[in-house]
């Protein structure tokens, strides 16, 4: 795991001092080791984090003839395969590294490479005589990469973080990014918080022409949910033994390291797995950590030692578990990782994944994860909702709006982590048409809310409906039924927009490599090709995954119901951070320089604090932005 940095036709002659500088913003990703590549044109960075052949992964590196040269952030899965069928044409290698193995599969397939990996990467590979470089990304979205490009010049970095540091990239916003990451926690590939900055998406490749400063886009594979593709003639049983392989066959790659490595146990269906079959896998205990809280609607440390307590009953090498208490109300520490996230993100998530990750490299460098399971295998309540919703839909609306809409007035809005929040929120989202549902559930700040908050900073912008942006993925899904619709615009949009940045930003700032076995594209492909009537068994979510692996799950992890991984901002805006809200929400940029109004924004506080309402969501929001501002000002002051 690593960054990665690079710099062509730079305006001036600082591009060595520059690269350096960029990649000494983001040393953390890889505290092991740098290196440079600088000439005429181009300068490439790297910062390593050690993890396979520790003492021959020295980046850049060449091949053979040093005609080309490249710089990884990642890790490939297959490459030992890979490695002896190119030995076996007689290509010839000077490390056990897998980024030796990309390079070479370069020269022999050209940017066809990226068809025969199976990993998570970002990478950067520069053709010194045809004078043209190769950008490329893996196809969940796991490892970041964000580029600005004006006529021949290119430079790109692994996170904005660096990017940023090069005074070259504009800082000009993009207003539509805010208008979009006010509903959506996160601002969407392939667009920043900068106007003229990019991310690659996922699954993409970019090709630049150095000399013409010509750039080419293209995506290079897609999940496929079509009618065409499913299988059918698979028998439910039949189903659960294929399923069972391929992801023991993706955890056992993701073993592959020269450092230790351990697991997140969250006492989850998803966590569990992965950390039972590591078991399975090792001849050594396995290391799983786990985080708990003293809020008792947050703490999940009764179920991950339940699932100790299963797994250790009947194996030879008991794991070595390690857990953590943890209180994360230090709000310095938020003001970090928006440091290290480098744009506006607000999934308040980061928090505990930060803590843990933090804890986790104390003892491993390497931890294997959960996450994707859930777009997989149908295991979001909002999809169980969107499913049955549309019984409900054979109502006329004035009927849905007495049957529904009272109750929901008189409820009001409690938060999540409440039964009567969450009641809330489901009557509302049975109020409102099929076609705006989903976005209706999933926003955190209604289009009507965004217009009233906005200030003159606003006035002459135009915007476009942040629905737009899922549905555009939504209407252009390969999926037939409704709700693996929605999962295919969760894979392409949340999942690489929100859960995997979280996982690579708030881990990668601990200097700790996260994998996840239910991202290896066979197992993703394999999930899309099930019925949905695999995946969902009356209101049972993930029933093909958890049939799958019934004989290793204790029976309260197989029968509870999801549970996010958060933090109670509704209670800490009331209390513990309440002073430090109202000071940057109502002293701040946001009303200081015409961003918002700041008698809205004192409504809003007002609501929360008087417990009329929970606005804990909008005004986590607003604070993550009030503190990029602040940030953005202290940078520019040097």
């Not at 200081?592 to 606005?615: A, M, P």
């Amino acid at each position: 795991m690593c960054g990665i940095a690079g710099i062509i036709n730079n305006s001036d002659e600082r591009g060595e001092e520059l690269i350096h500088t960029m990649t000494d913003a983001i040393w953390y990703r890889g505290p092991d080791d740098s290196g440079y590549f600088i000439d005429e044109n181009v300068a490439l960075g790297h910062r390593r984090l050690a993890v396979i052949d520790l003492d021959n992964g020295h980046q850049p590196m060449f091949n053979a003839d040093k005609s080309l040269v490249i710089v990884f952030n990642g890790e490939i899965y297959n490459h030992v395969q890979l490695r002896k069928e190119l030995e076996k044409e007689g290509y010839q290698f000077n490390t056990h590294c897998d980024t030796e193995v990309i390079i070479q599969l370069y020269a022999k397939y050209g940017k066809d490479c990226v068809k025969r990996l199976n990993g998570m990467f970002a990478f950067c590979i520069y053709d010194i005589k045809q004078k043209k470089l190769l950008l490329a990304r893996d196809r969940m979205g796991q490892k970041p990469l964000c580029y600005y490009h004006k006529g021949k010049q290119l430079i790109f970095c692994s996170v904005l973080r660096g990017l940023k540091q090069n005074p070259d990239v504009p800082r000009e916003y993009n207003y539509q990014g805010i208008h979009d990451y006010l509903s959506l926690q996160y601002i969407p590939s392939p667009y920043t918080i900068y106007k003229k900055v990019f991310k690659l998406p996922p699954a993409h490749l970019m090709e630049f022409d150095i000399v013409a400063g010509a750039v080419k886009l293209e995506s290079y594979w897609g999940i496929d949910f079509s009618p065409a593709a499913k299988t059918n003639k698979l028998t439910f049983s039949n189903a659960q033994v294929q399923l069972r392989e391929l992801i023991t066959a993706a955890v056992r790659r993701r073993l592959m390291a020269d450092v230790p490595y351990g697991a997140f146990l969250s006492g989850g269906v998803d966590s569990s797995i992965i950390t039972g079959i590591m078991m399975k896998l090792c001849d050594h205990s396995v290391k799983a950590f786990t985080i708990g809280f003293n809020e008792e609607s947050y703490d999940e440390r009764a179920y991950a030692e339940e699932v100790v307590k299963t797994f250790n009953a009947d194996s030879k090498n008991p794991l070595e578990y390690y857990v953590k208490v943890i209180n994360p109300q230090d709000f310095e520490v938020v003001k970090k990782l928006v440091r290290h996230y480098g744009e506006p993100y607000s999934d308040a998530s980061m928090l505990p994944t930060y803590y843990l990750s933090e804890f986790t490299r104390q003892n491993v460098t390497v931890a294997l994860s959960g996450d994707g399971a859930d777009e997989l295998f149908c295991g979001y309540e909002r999809y169980l909702l969107m499913h049955y919703s549309k019984c409900t839909d054979l109502l006329p609306m004035p009927l849905r709006r007495f049957f529904f809409g009272l109750p929901a007035s008189l409820i009001g809005n409690k938060g999540d982590r409440t039964f009567a929040g969450r009641l809330h929120r489901t009557l509302h989202a049975l109020l409102v048409s099929k076609d705006v549902r989903y976005i209706n559930i999933i926003s955190r700040f209604s289009e009507m809310l965004k217009k009233s908050l906005y200030g003159e900073r606003f006035a002459d912008f135009r915007f476009y409906p942040s629905d737009e942006v899922i549905s555009s993925i939504y209407n252009s899904a390969s999926a037939e039924q409704d709700v693996e619709k929605i999962m295919e615009t969760d894979l392409a949009s949340y999942l690489p927009g929100d859960i995997l940045t979280k996982v690579d930003i708030a881990s990668m700032a601990c200097s700790l490599e996260v994998r996840n076995p239910f991202l290896d594209h066979e197992v993703v492909e394999f999930a899309a090709s099930l019925p949905f009537k695999f995946k969902v068994r009356r209101v049972s979510p993930k029933y093909v995954l958890k049939e799958a692996f019934a004989d290793m799950l204790p029976p309260e992890v197989m029968k509870r119901s999801k549970r996010g991984f958060g933090v109670p901002l509704d209670n800490w805006f009331r209390g513990a951070w309440h002073d430090q809200l109202y000071e940057h929400l109502l002293e701040g940029k946001l009303v200081n320089d015409g961003f918002f109004r700041r008698d809205v924004i004192e409504q809003l506080l007002s609501e929360h604090s008087g417990r009329k309402t929970d606005n804990s969501y909008p005004l986590w929001s607003m604070l993550i932005l009030e503190l990029f501002l602040e940030q953005e000002e202290e940078h520019a002051l040097g």
